[in-house]
């Protein structure tokens, strides 16, 4: 199986930055896309950002100016840089991944789509 961790969410002020950062572990054969979504409360989810393995990227037009996904594909990881932050961005954001997992000492793989448990970003006015 494949997990997703989150970190990096917390507090910050109208304008001001931070960086969150999704690492994918367990039996994992190949990730293909990696990807940010949010959730506002009373919202339902919305892309945020992807990330391909070729290094296809494709960002939400709401925060393109602002957010910059990236990834590390040997470690795993991908981030997102969020600058100038507002209000609107406060939600709940969450990491997705899809791709192959190894299911038997073979080399036989399935494959997976998870999602992380989440981490909150609470922007302040």
């Known amino acids: 199986q494949v997990q997703l961790v989150e970190s990096g969410g917390g507090l910050v002020q109208s304008g001001g930055s931070l960086s969150l950062s999704c690492v994918a572990s367990?039996?994992?054969?190949?990730?293909?896309?990696m990807a940010w979504y949010r959730q506002a409360p009373g919202s339902t989810r919305e892309l945020v950002a992807t990330?391909?393995?070729?290094?296809?990227?494709n960002v939400a037009n709401s925060v393109k100016d602002r957010f910059t996904i990236s990834r590390n594909s040997a470690k795993n990881m991908i981030y997102l840089q969020m600058n100038n932050l507002k209000p609107a961005d406060t939600a709940v954001y969450y990491c997705n991944a899809d791709g192959k997992f190894i299911i038997n000492v073979e080399g036989a793989y399935k494959s997976f789509e998870v999602w992380g448990q989440g981490t909150l970003v609470t922007v302040s006015s």
């Open positions: 367990g039996s994992i054969s190949s990730i293909q896309t």
């Open positions: 990330i391909t393995s070729g290094g296809n990227i």
